[in-house]
């Protein structure tokens, strides 16, 4: 291996998005993650730490039709999943699956579903190998 190796600082996950205001409002005003840049048809988010989220209208002209939504999870890691369920019930955002324990995976875990469609999981690692575990 070269250690020559240029470094990696930041993560950004580019999403289609089908309707942009609505997206701005689940992800700035009911998540309440910080934009961090707005580019007129994309808005970038910070999703915590050097990880960002990137909602845009438009991916390119290359694609006639937005990517399907079923096989994209967006996890978001928290100290407290049960409070954010109860937040997102009170936001009036149902409820894909309520808080569970998952044992296979160790981790604490519940799903909602963004305007655009795309699988939202807040999750709780409980497994102490975890580098974010405190």
């Given at each position: 291996?070269?250690?020559n190796?240029?470094?990696?600082?930041?993560?950004?996950?580019?999403?289609?998005?089908?309707?942009?205001?609505?997206?701005?409002?689940?992800?700035?005003?009911?998540?309440?993650?910080?934009?961090?840049l707005?580019?007129?048809?994309?808005?970038?988010?910070a999703?915590?730490?050097?990880?960002?989220?990137?909602?845009?209208?438009?991916?390119?002209?290359?694609?006639?039709?937005?990517?399907?939504?079923?096989?994209?999870?967006?996890?978001?890691?928290t100290?407290?999943?049960d409070?954010?369920?109860?937040y997102?019930?009170?936001?009036?955002?149902?409820?894909?699956?309520?808080?569970?324990l998952?044992?296979?995976?160790?981790?604490?875990?519940c799903?909602?579903?963004?305007?655009?469609?795309?699988?939202?999981?807040?999750?709780?690692?409980?497994?102490?190998?975890?580098p974010?575990?405190?």
């Amino acid at each position: 291996m070269s250690n020559n190796r240029p470094p990696i600082e930041q993560q950004v996950t580019f999403l289609h998005a089908r309707d942009l205001v609505e997206t701005a409002v689940f992800y700035e005003h009911i998540l309440g993650m910080k934009l961090v840049l707005d580019q007129g048809s994309c808005r970038i988010y910070a999703s915590g730490g050097d990880a960002y989220l990137g909602f845009c209208q438009t991916l390119g002209a290359h694609m006639d039709t937005p990517p399907t939504t079923n096989h994209i999870v967006l996890t978001l890691v928290t100290p407290d999943v049960d409070g954010w369920h109860d937040y997102l019930v009170g936001q009036g955002v149902p409820i894909e699956k309520p808080p569970t324990l998952n044992e296979k995976f160790n981790i604490y875990q519940c799903f909602v579903r963004d305007p655009n469609g795309y699988l939202v999981e807040l999750q709780t690692f409980l497994d102490p190998a975890w580098p974010g575990r405190r």
